[in-house]
């Protein structure tokens, strides 16, 4: 942790003289680090599409143990959507989820939460930012790791999917239709009505489980 407050230091000083060298310019953009900005934002996706994966694999479970009315006659649903993977994950393993299918999200989950919540802690980092030198082998730590979350989102997506198809009894292209068929003016809500407006933009084909 001191480690991470130092670099982040360390830094905040580097920018700061570049200001006091040109008082008429911007902080510099650092074009080393460009590659692995752009690897971790690849990664923040990732992490993105395990939760939205993980919510979907815990409300076909929870329905099938409590039943439709206790999961989305509650608000249940928008509660969960605030929680982090960690959180869907705890929850899942309550219902009976797999300890291997677990143990392999935690991993990823760790590792995603490595780069974007402590990347300034990062040994390797540390010395690149020092040298300027040896970015790429992080960069490729970090493509590592996004490869091993996507491999984990598609062990998880084909039973998830399933699931939720078994739960309303249509298939993902049926549910799909039934969507768009909604009225989006005819919705309250800002975001989902923006959302079921984007939702009309997407082919049958992408809901194939």
């Avoid at 902080?27 to 460009?34: H, I, M, S, T």
């Avoid at 939205?52 to 099938?64: A, D, K, M, N």
């Amino acid at each position: 942790m001191q480690s991470g407050l130092w670099c982040e230091r360390m830094i905040k000083r580097r920018q700061y003289s570049q200001r006091m060298d040109g008082l008429d310019q911007e902080p510099a953009y650092d074009e080393l680090f460009e590659p692995l900005a752009l690897a971790i934002g690849r990664l923040v996706v990732g992490g993105a599409v395990l939760e939205r994966t993980l919510l979907i694999e815990l409300i076909w479970r929870q329905v099938g143990r409590d039943g439709a009315d206790a999961v989305f006659g509650r608000g249940l649903i928008a509660d969960l959507e605030r929680e982090s993977g960690g959180a869907l994950l705890r929850r899942l393993v309550s219902l009976e989820f797999p300890e291997e299918s677990a143990e392999k999200v935690r991993e990823v989950i760790r590792g995603r939460n490595h780069f974007v919540h402590r990347l300034l802690e990062d040994p390797e980092f540390l010395k690149a930012y020092a040298s300027r030198e040896g970015v790429d082998p992080i960069v490729q730590r970090v493509e590592a790791l996004t490869g091993d979350l996507y491999a984990v989102i598609g062990e998880l997506e084909a039973g998830a999917i399933s699931g939720v198809e078994s739960m309303f009894g249509l298939s993902g292209p049926a549910m799909l239709e039934l969507i768009k068929d909604v009225d989006p003016d005819a919705v309250d809500d800002e975001t989902m009505r923006e959302q079921l407006v984007a939702l009309r933009g997407f082919s049958p084909d992408l809901m194939e489980s």
